[in-house]
């Protein structure tokens, strides 16, 4: 068995028996609130008091020896799957993860195969859903951070990168995908859009300007901040390592992609990296950098059934408030440690973005899109491209004080959030983007 396909089925194993115990405690909790409700107007009256409590001391006493079997049993079949997946033997080495400054260590990312297509979408969704969870717990389903070259992950030594990356090409581009993804979400609709499936913005930019196109694979559950400033930790070691000395950086963010991309170039001016000097030009596609309608719509809605005393209200609530810290730092588009610590993650509608300026010397370019060739309809105007407003693609609030002055900002009328990845037209301003800075490099250089 491959080693990483023994970490998803532990880490499979890991989370089913932690969904079990977590249900049993909502079953628990919910039996109880009816049980009070039941037994409390008997035990206020008279003549049913004293029976009323005998019954109802017997009942708590059985139904919380059940619960703890359950859970007890749950765990105790999870020490079983555990072993046995242990006992496994494994045909290949395991990708070594990269030392990280301590509290930063990140797991290796699996490399794309074939086979494993459908097992690397499904880890990313559940990643994106409860990637925070994954964390702590060290389950094996989290995906952690990775650099890939060609859907391979790359080890950030000069001896490797010298074996896995084309010589002679001083230019590089990392794409960093949205929540939920994974690098794969870069080939979306590509037989569609160019007859065959494997065409993507990185193909095209390698096959006509010999820029290298690098991927980002990480746990889009955590918090933004936290994979931002992994990610500039990454990009470090990459420019440290590189053997024929990177010269020039381009960063494009899909969707929460975006807000990563942001997050590392603010925390590697705070840190001074040597890696930012070689970045030019950030494109955020899609990115909800003035945050996400749906999610405040979730925010909203779990705090009303809070207010409901029911367990048709409770639960669900606690279900939807379960969601990772990465989908809530999309509500108003968090990209720093400041703006979610130390503050409630489910207070209603609370606004703690703070005002983080783009890195001097870097161009900041914005694309957004819509579900309808017309701005003014409906659908586009609650839902933008489906999931984020052209407002806050482009950072164009309505406050001024929110505003995010992007050095450029277009709206695709048509294409949605989805297609935003590898849509030709959006390519089609990539290029022009990257053109200009050539062009403008050049006439410095004259």
């Known amino acids: 068995m491959k080693q990483r396909t023994k970490e998803r089925l532990a880490g499979s194993a890991d989370l089913l028996c932690a969904v079990v115990g977590e249900t049993t405690g909502l079953v628990e909790e919910t039996h109880s609130r009816v049980a009070a409700k039941v037994f409390g107007p008997l035990r206020a009256l008279a003549p049913t008091a004293g029976v009323a409590k005998t019954v109802q001391l017997f009942h708590d006493a059985t139904t919380d020896t059940v619960y703890r079997a359950i859970r007890g ?10 072993r046995s997946i242990a006992l496994v033997p494994v045909t290949e080495d395991a990708t070594s993860s990269r030392a990280l400054p301590a509290g930063d260590a990140i797991a290796p990312a699996p490399p794309v195969t074939k086979r494993g297509q459908l097992a690397d979408h499904a880890a990313g969704i559940v990643n994106g859903l409860y990637g925070d969870f994954l964390a702590r717990r060290g389950n094996g389903l989290d995906l952690g951070m990775e650099l890939l070259y060609g859907g391979e992950p790359l080890a950030l030594t000069p001896t490797a990168l010298a074996n896995a990356l084309p010589s002679g090409e001083p230019r590089a581009c990392l794409f960093v995908h949205g929540l939920a993804c994974t690098d794969q979400m870069w080939t979306v609709q590509a037989q569609e859009f160019y007859g065959t499936p494997a065409v993507s913005f990185g193909s095209q930019l390698q096959a006509e300007l010999g820029i290298t196109p690098l991927y980002l694979r990480y746990n889009s559950g955590r918090h933004v901040s936290e994979n931002g400033r992994r990610l500039s930790h990454l990009l470090d070691e990459l420019v440290q390592s590189h053997p024929g000395g990177l010269q020039e950086l381009v960063l494009v963010g899909h969707s929460m992609g975006g807000l990563v991309v942001r997050s590392a170039a603010e925390y590697g001016r705070r840190h001074d990296a040597a890696w930012l000097a070689r970045v030019k030009t950030i494109i955020c596609i899609g990115a909800p950098n003035l945050g996400a309608p749906l999610e405040r719509a979730t925010n909203g809605v779990t705090n009303l059934l809070r207010r409901f005393d029911l367990a048709g209200a409770q639960i669900p609530a606690q279900l939807l408030d379960v969601r990772s810290a990465g989908i809530k730092d999309l509500r108003f588009g968090y990209i720093v440690d400041e703006e979610w610590e130390a503050h409630a993650p489910d207070a209603l509608l ?4 703070q005002a983080i300026p783009l890195v001097a010397g870097i161009s900041y370019h914005t694309i957004g899109g819509t579900l309808t060739q017309n701005p003014g309809h409906p659908a586009t105007l609650l839902l933008g491209d489906l999931l984020v407003r052209p407002a ?5 609030a309505g406050d001024p004080a929110r505003r995010i002055s992007f050095h450029s900002a277009r709206v695709f009328p048509g294409i949605n959030h989805f297609h935003l990845a590898n849509h030709p037209d959006v390519y089609g301003l990539i290029r022009h ?4 800075e050539a062009a403008g490099a ?3 250089a004259v």
């Not at 765990?75 to 799957?81: F, K, S, T, Y």
């Not at 806050?392 to 164009?396: E, I, V």
């Open 73 to 82: 049993g749950a765990w105790q079949a999870g020490r079983v799957l555990d």
């Open 350 to 353: 609370v606004d703690n973005r």
């Open 392 to 396: 806050s693609a482009t950072g164009r």
């Open 433 to 436: 983007h990257l053109d200009d």
């Open 442 to 444: 050049a006439s410095v």
